[in-house]
């Protein structure tokens, strides 16, 4: 699937700062940043829809979400715990506010691990 | 309270076989109802949709949809080793809630 690239795929980490980049090339309104860890289905972290953030799920504060433009989703973590080791997945779906999600588009996912 | 249930949690059936997969879900405001497939090691993706009550068919999968009872349910016939996954259901209205999924495993 090429058609929403992330960046990295794989990462591991001390306690430091990390960003991670997602981009779709599917024209979709609505942005959305998933934590899946081991044996879990997706939960979501945050969701824009027209680069606008609708709702922030409570996720720690050292994860802050970032959408410079409505093709691209950016997403700072700062001082990483062992709780954040997980694949994140970036997705992408044609939402429009009030109106039904539609079928989400997942990114091959960036795996953290945290030492 | 998860607004998405799933059943069985783990499901093992022989290869050619029939593997049936359940959800239900506790929030009356859904009306679309989705079946994504999570092999392991990759992201999901939608397998099928169902937004109408009855039954869709896409060749050896098929999904019903009660929605007075809002239960979902996938049908895979002649299983193959390579439909061992992780199946996910999800209902969504303006935003979209996951099961906790059904770990398939088709023995060859």
């Known amino acids: 699937n090429t058609k929403i690239t992330q960046s990295p795929r794989y990462l591991i980490l001390g306690r430091a700062n990390k960003s991670l980049e997602c981009e779709q090339h599917l024209g979709h309104n609505a942005m959305y940043w998933y934590k899946q860890s081991a044996e879990k289905p997706p939960e979501l972290m945050f969701l824009?829809?027209?680069?606008?953030?609708?709702r922030n799920e409570t996720v720690p504060s050292r994860f802050i979400p970032e959408c410079p433009d409505s093709s691209k989703l950016l997403l700072h973590i700062s001082a990483v715990d062992p709780e954040d080791s997980a694949v994140y997945f970036c997705?992408?779906?044609?939402?429009?506010?009030?109106?039904?999600?539609?079928?989400?588009?997942f990114g091959e996912g960036s795996k953290l691990t945290v030492l | 309270q998860q607004k998405v249930q799933q059943s069985p949690e783990s499901l093992i059936v022989p290869e050619g076989g029939m593997a049936s997969l359940n959800c239900t879900s506790s929030?009356?405001?859904?009306?679309y109802f989705w079946w994504y497939r999570q092999h392991s090691g990759k992201s999901p993706k939608m397998l099928m949709?169902?937004?109408?009550?009855g039954e869709k068919e896409e060749g050896r999968f098929t999904v019903h949809l009660n929605k007075a009872s809002l239960h979902t349910s996938l049908h895979i016939r002649d299983s193959q080793p390579s439909d061992s996954a992780l199946y996910l259901c999800a209902a969504s209205n303006n935003r979209i809630f996951f099961g906790d999924g059904t770990q398939l495993v088709v023995k060859p």
């Open positions: 824009y829809n027209l680069k606008q953030l609708i």
């Open positions: 929030d009356r405001n859904v009306d």
């Open positions: 997705a992408s779906s044609q939402a429009n506010w009030g109106a039904n999600t539609g079928q989400l588009y």
């Open positions: 949709s169902i937004f109408s009550n």
